[in-house]
């Protein structure tokens, strides 16, 4: 067994999670410096950070997080890091049984459709749906509502619904249960999964060369296999 004379906690968002425990395990053979990493939704994790004081680098799915974060003082500002951004898509169950290819095919009477109220889905069926001109039609068929990426996929998995509204990434990370169903270049959104120091940390420089490490070159092709857009 390695021996690790120190650590870091690490708190990561569920969805993004997984190209993140693969690259830190990379940092952790590499550096000897032992990483525990957190999984969770994040506005769990940030009230676990303040009400501990303890932390030291904490990851989520879109910017607009971290952005909460660093204003309530949980988050060093200039230390944010982008790790590169997921493109939005419709993920169907495997076998795509309700045939959906467009994003017009939503709009079909029946259609089951569900969404995120919370995280890095946030609002995106809304940013989606209204550049298309079809806000009223897709709502109509919007028939359940999740608090997370994991929980908003859990409909897929269990084929609750016929489509959400997610990143492309996601068949990557549950190939066996799902699918993506690529937009049109002119209605994807796409949203940075970004990385940051926590103000509490007692170990700030090692947290900075975890965060450097994982924005870098040497965790690019980690990143690319799950379906991340890496500069």
């Known amino acids: ?3 690790f004379e120190r650590s ?12 993140l425990q693969k690259a830190v395990a990379i940092f952790q053979k590499r550096s000897s410096v032992a990483c525990d990493i957190r999984i969770g939704k994040p506005s ?12 030291d680098l904490i990851c989520c799915g879109a910017e607009y997080m971290l952005d909460e974060a660093v204003d309530a003082g949980t988050v060093v500002g200039d230390s944010r890091r982008s790790l590169g951004t997921r493109r939005s898509a419709l993920i169907v169950p495997k076998g795509n049984p309700a045939g959906i290819l467009t994003l ?28 298309a001109g079809l806000a009223d039609e897709v709502r109509r068929n919007i028939v359940r509502r999740a608090d997370s990426c994991g929980a908003v996929m859990a409909l897929v998995n269990t084929k609750a619904v016929d489509a959400i509204f997610g990143w492309s990434a996601f068949a990557k990370i549950w190939p066996e249960t799902s699918e993506a169903v690529e937009l049109p270049r002119d209605l994807q959104v796409f949203r940075s999964t970004v990385a940051g120091i926590v103000s509490y940390s007692r170990e700030s420089e090692l947290a900075r060369r975890l965060l450097e490490f994982l924005s870098s070159k040497d965790a690019d092709s980690v990143y690319r296999d799950y379906g991340w857009v890496r500069k």
């Open 8 to 19: 870091l906690k690490v708190f990561s968002a569920g969805a993004v999670a997984p190209p």
């Open 44 to 55: 769990v994790l940030l009230a676990e950070i303040v009400e501990a004081k303890q932390g």
């Open 1 to 3: 067994m390695p021996s």
């Open 104 to 131: 017009e095919d939503l709009c079909r009477p029946g259609i089951r459709i569900g969404i995120a109220t919370e995280g890095c889905l946030k609002g995106l069926w809304d940013d989606i749906a209204s550049r």
